[in-house]
C-alpha cells in the first residue's frame, strides 16, 4: 500500500482536494476529524485537556473557545497540549493505517495539516502539497466567519511557508483554477504512484 502524505497551508484548498481523494476512492484520513472527535464528550483528549488547562471543558466536551483562550495566556501552552494530544492523534492514524492494509487499499491519504511540523512525514511515502497564490489564500481565509488579519498571520506563523512546502512536495496540487482542474490533478497524482514501476522518493 502506497501512503500519501496530504498537507497545505490555511486557505490552499486542501479539505476540498482530500474529498476529491476520496471521490476516486482513496481511503483518507482526517487529522482535523481526529482531533474533534478526541475533543467531543466522551473523547479520549477530554480529561487529560482539562487536567492540564482546568476550566476548558464544558457539558463533558473540550470547549475550543475556552481551551483557545487558555493557550493565549501562556507561550507554553501549545507545548503542552501538544504533549497530550499529538500521542492520541497518532494512535488513531496507525488504527487508520492498519485498516487500510487491512482492506487491501491500494493507496491511502494522511490528511495532515502539520505534516512536517508534527513528523508525520516519515510515515507517508509521498507528500502531495495543496497550494493556491497567495491573494486567492488570504480572499479565502478572510471569508470565514470571525477571521481577522492578525488570526491569520498567527496561523500562518506555526505552519512552514507555502514556498517551502512546495520545494519539499513530490507532487503539487494547485487548487485556484477550479474543481474539475483540481480533480485531474488529483488523478494525475494516483496515476503516478499506481504505475508499474513507481517507487517512493528518498527522505
Keep these: 500500500m502506497i501512503v500519501l502524505g496530504l498537507t497545505g497551508s490555511i486557505g490552499m484548498g486542501k479539505s476540498t482536494t482530500a474529498e476529491?481523494?476520496?471521490q476516486a476512492g482513496t481511503a483518507v484520513y482526517d487529522a482535523d476529524a481526529a482531533v474533534a472527535a478526541l475533543y467531543a464528550r466522551g473523547g479520549a483528549a477530554v480529561a487529560p485537556?482539562?487536567?492540564?488547562?482546568?476550566?476548558?471543558?464544558?457539558?463533558?466536551?473540550?470547549?475550543?473557545?475556552?481551551?483557545?483562550a487558555a493557550l493565549a495566556k501562556d507561550p507554553s501552552a501549545l507545548a503542552r497540549?501538544?504533549?497530550v494530544v499529538h500521542p492520541l492523534v497518532e494512535a488513531r492514524r496507525r488504527t487508520f493505517l492498519e485498516q487500510?492494509?487491512?482492506?487491501?487499499a491500494s493507496v491511502a491519504v494522511l490528511d495532515v495539516p502539520l505534516l512536517w511540523e508534527v513528523g508525520a512525514h516519515d510515515q507517508v511515502d509521498a507528500v502531495v502539497v495543496v497550494t493556491a497564490?497567495?491573494?486567492v489564500q488570504r480572499a479565502r481565509v478572510l471569508a470565514r466567519p470571525g477571521m481577522t488579519d492578525e488570526?491569520?498571520?498567527l496561523i500562518l506563523a506555526r505552519q512552514i511557508p507555502d514556498a517551502e512546502k512546495r520545494d519539499r512536495a513530490d507532487f503539487v496540487i494547485d487548487t485556484s483554477r477550479g474543481l474539475?482542474?483540481?480533480r485531474a490533478q488529483v488523478e494525475t497524482v494516483l496515476n503516478a504512484v499506481r504505475a508499474p514501476g513507481w517507487t517512493a522518493p528518498r527522505r
Design 20 to 22: 476529491l481523494f476520496r
Design 49 to 68: 485537556v482539562e487536567e492540564a488547562f482546568p476550566g476548558v471543558v464544558r457539558d463533558g466536551a473540550v470547549d475550543r473557545q475556552r481551551l483557545s
Design 81 to 83: 497540549l501538544e504533549a
Design 100 to 104: 487500510a492494509r487491512a482492506d487491501a
Design 133 to 135: 497564490p497567495e491573494d
Design 151 to 153: 488570526k491569520l498571520r
Design 180 to 182: 474539475e482542474e483540481a
